[in-house]
């Protein structure tokens, strides 16, 4: 099974809606991540958490909000989804003891805004 | 706050030949680096880091990259590659004091042809 899961794997929405997407972990890891990437931009950092009570922006918060529900869930919201969120989405999660800095990546959620 | 630079954006070459992912940082603090291989569907997965010590590192299927200060460079090369060398490349960096605002290159393309 794979360490780091995300769900849903494809999503289709309508501008306006509410989303969450979830993301799951069986490494044991405190620090988790949300990144998105877009073509020619690469991966950019929208929120990470070092654990259940520590939550902090990362580059392109806006629009977006974060729940860390438990040391291994992380789920991502779009409180009102609009077409430039189209976009894959990774979790991802490290643990600075364990070969630092290194960060493990879910397979992405394929999120799409119309 | 860091930056990287990932100068192609599709590098196509031949079975076998060789090749060179070229990757260029800008910090004001010291730096680790990294390179990520996305395969097609797949998340992110880390290829090979620089955090210390020998300037040169290699990865187990052949890759190798090269930390140069001075140019503020860390690029990536493959003496032969194999089909299944196919995927999009990420040059990331991190600052060696905090970790948590990782930024990634926007990407390269390797397409390895028959």
């Known amino acids: 099974d794979a360490d780091v899961t995300q769900t849903p794997r494809n999503r289709i929405t309508k501008t306006g809606k509410r989303i969450m997407l979830e993301c799951s972990q069986t490494?044991?890891?405190?620090?988790m991540y949300w990144y998105r990437q877009d073509p020619g931009l690469g991966l950019r950092l929208i929120y990470y958490?070092?654990?259940?009570?520590?939550?902090n922006k990362g580059e392109i918060s806006d629009g977006y909000s974060v729940s860390r529900q438990a040391q291994a869930k992380f789920s991502l919201s779009l409180e009102s989804a609009i077409p430039n969120q189209t976009a894959l989405y990774f979790c991802?999660?490290?643990?600075?003891?364990?070969?630092?800095?290194?960060?493990?990546f879910g397979p992405g959620t394929r999120l799409t805004v119309t | 706050a860091q930056s990287v630079t990932q100068l192609d954006s599709q590098v196509p070459v031949f079975e076998e030949a060789p090749v060179e992912l070229r990757c260029n940082y800008s910090?004001?603090?010291?730096?680790?680096l990294f390179w990520y291989v996305q395969y097609p569907n797949q998340g992110l997965q880390l290829l090979l880091k620089y955090l210390s010590g020998s300037t040169l590192v290699e990865s187990i299927n052949g890759f190798e990259a090269e930390f140069n200060k001075s140019q503020t460079s860390f690029h990536l090369r493959k003496p032969s590659v194999h089909i299944s060398d196919t995927a999009e490349y990420f040059c990331a960096v991190s600052s060696a004091y905090n970790n948590n605002d990782m930024r990634f290159g926007a990407g390269t393309r390797l397409t390895v042809k028959p």
């Open positions: 958490s070092f654990d259940v009570k520590d939550i």
């Open positions: 490494k044991g890891h405190d620090r």
């Open positions: 991802a999660t490290s643990d600075p003891t364990e070969g630092p800095y290194e960060q493990y």
């Open positions: 910090s004001s603090v010291s730096v680790y």
